[in-house]
């Protein structure tokens, strides 16, 4: 149809019925020349046409394994605040779901988390609303002020800088790819770290490195990281997911009694004791009911043959 010939038309909303909508094209004359009836859209109706918006965050249980997905990989995983709130979800039932032993945490496409949605700060900053009190409220990256009595695992591939970084900092193990990079890449841009980095960081690789990052915002690849202690394994690229399952699935057949106990009282001790012998007496008051509910049977299977010489499979 011509431009002219399109002047001539125009689309007319006649009526909803049922849900249907009849549309009446029409002279500018008024003569009607066509009539249709449109149904609503739904993805269930429409096969083969777009479907509803991918959820942020990603979610499969295996056994005793969660595996939680950032699902943005058009932003590098960049987390906006629906994404943190999903985050938060997932980890929350996590931490409630007694049959659940570890967690994976990755990100979908290639790249572990780019930090905060920096489009979201610079264009709705004045709806973004920060809990001034840390102990009541979630932090911007969503979960990265929990502290969690079961481990996690982060599967760290591409990138994982900012916020990002700060995400992989609440897991208890990074497990890296030759490829990935982390970094404070939010000093370049006056964005704090007011999700755990500037705690969390210096506790896992000390002061003087943890500075290095924070100052300078420079790009770590994984050897160095895996130097400093900031990644506990690397891994060749495309495998950083299947190396942490793997790892939280092992993990997850020790007796869980025993090994919840010493990593409270691992985090107690480097975070919140006072003093050396009040480290050691938390250690005491939270392991010694274990003695009888978990260590006793592993006696006697260490006393049937289990484990000798090292081997225990």
Do not use: W
Request: positive net charge; proline residues 4%; glycine residues 10%.
């Amino acid at each position: 149809m011509s431009s002219t010939l399109a002047r001539r038309f125009c689309t007319r909303v006649s009526e909803t019925r049922k849900g249907n909508v009849s549309l009446i094209l029409q002279s500018v004359y008024g003569r009607k020349i066509r009539q249709i009836t449109v149904k609503p859209f739904s993805a269930s109706s429409r096969k083969g046409q777009a479907a509803a918006a991918p959820e942020r965050v990603v979610a499969e249980r295996k056994g005793p394994v969660l595996t939680v997905g950032i699902n943005r990989p058009e932003v590098r995983n960049a987390v906006d605040r629906e994404t943190a709130r999903q985050l938060l979800g997932h980890f929350e039932a996590f931490e409630e779901d007694s049959s659940l032993a570890a967690a994976v945490l990755y990100g979908v496409g290639g790249n572990f988390c780019s930090g905060y949605d920096l489009k979201e700060l610079a264009h709705h900053s004045a709806s973004i609303k920060l809990e001034q009190d840390v102990t009541k409220g979630p932090g911007p990256m969503g979960p990265s002020r929990m502290q969690l009595s079961k481990p996690v695992i982060a599967a760290v591939s591409g990138y994982a800088v900012a916020g990002g970084l700060e995400l992989a900092l609440l897991a208890d193990l990074r497990v890296m790819e030759e490829s990935a990079i982390v970094g404070v890449f939010c000093r370049h841009f006056g964005v704090p770290l007011i999700d755990g980095g500037t705690v969390r960081l210096p506790r896992l690789i000390g002061l003087s490195r943890a500075l290095d990052l924070i100052l300078t915002g420079r790009a770590v690849g994984a050897r160095e990281a895996l130097a400093f202690g900031l990644a506990n394994r690397v891994v060749p690229d495309g495998e950083a997911l299947q190396a942490a399952q793997a790892l939280a699935k092992e993990i997850s057949e020790f007796p869980q009694q025993c090994l919840r106990a010493d990593r409270a009282s691992a985090y107690h001790s480097a975070f919140d004791a006072p003093c050396f012998s009040q480290a050691l007496q938390f250690e005491l008051d939270h392991s010694r009911h274990v003695i009888l509910e978990e260590a006793v049977a592993g006696a006697k299977k260490f006393d049937s043959g289990t484990g000798r010489g090292g081997t225990f499979s």
